[in-house]
């Protein structure tokens, strides 16, 4: 997850990982249930996280009416639509296996860490979590 390059850019970055039936975390690759390149996967979460959707000069009408319960942008926390793009990628990682599979996810999850620069170590500043029940 980690870009090389400049040392005094610090960066946030996120892993996915799955609570299976079976009681086991394990990472997951969105990237292999899209079928989309990584940069455009990861772009589409970090673009989810800011709340770019509710941000569009024409948005869909369930953010607007979204918008209209917290009282604007500004009453937003961020990632307002995590849940439903992990309850999605939950859905593909289930629909995979087979209905009696230990493998199946009980909860998926999206954690972000953070980078601050300066060196190639430190990477593991745990930031935040999003989970949703399946």
């Not at 990584?38 to 000069?57: C, D, H, P």
């Not at 948005?59 to 209209?68: G, M, T, V």
Request: contains cysteine; charged residues 25%.
């Amino acid at each position: 997850m980690m870009a090389g390059g400049d040392l005094s850019v610090g960066r946030s970055y996120c892993v996915l990982r799955g609570e299976t039936v079976s009681g086991e975390t394990i990472e997951i690759r969105p990237i292999q249930l899209t079928n989309a390149t990584a940069g455009r996967t990861w772009s589409m979460v970090k673009a989810t996280i800011e709340n770019q959707a509710f941000k569009l000069t024409s948005i869909h009408p369930e953010n607007a009416r979204l918008l209209d319960q917290v009282g604007g942008i500004n009453g937003l926390q961020p990632g307002a639509r995590i849940p439903e793009l992990l309850s999605t990628w939950g859905e593909l990682y289930n629909n995979k296996l087979d209905a009696s599979s230990p493998r199946r996810l009980k909860a998926i999850r999206l954690d972000m860490y953070r980078w601050s620069s300066g060196r190639y170590a430190d990477y593991d500043n745990f930031i935040t979590s999003w989970r949703k029940e399946l």
